[in-house]
């Protein structure tokens, strides 16, 4: 698992901060999502076959859980706060329960539109 913790800005002056958030020479970006989330939700219980994004997540908390297709005893969950992000790999299914209210950013490197999205996700049912 890939969880980048409390991300705190590189340069400040009296204008404010710069954080870097994602700047690895590699990834392509396509779709940048901003997710709220109501306390209680759940949301993902899928994975991807192509896609991969990572999430930064604004406010509130998410307790994120991921494993390899097929693979569940490799299951492994992290709690995320603000300042933190995690990377979704593809073909791997990740589970996103928020505790609290939540908002979140989704950076993604395959088109979300409706129809390229769905052809790419496949659900899957979470053991609770």
């Known amino acids: 698992m890939k969880v980048l913790r409390n991300i705190k800005p590189e340069f400040v002056d009296e204008r ?14 396509r779709s940048v999502l901003l997710i709220t989330c109501k306390k209680g939700s759940t949301r993902a219980n899928h994975y991807h076959k192509k896609d991969s994004h990572y999430s930064y997540m604004l406010s509130g908390r998410m307790e994120y859980t991921e494993y390899p297709v097929g693979n569940e005893s490799k299951k492994e969950t992290a709690t995320l706060e603000p300042g933190d992000m995690v990377y979704s790999a593809p073909m791997t299914v990740h589970i996103m329960r928020f505790p609290e ?17 769905e052809e790419d996700t496949v659900r899957v049912r979470a053991n609770e």
């Open 101 to 117: 209210d939540s908002v979140f950013l989704a950076l993604a490197t395959e088109s979300r539109h409706h129809a390229a999205y």
């Open 16 to 29: 404010g901060g710069i954080s870097r958030l994602l700047d690895d020479g590699i990834t392509t970006i």
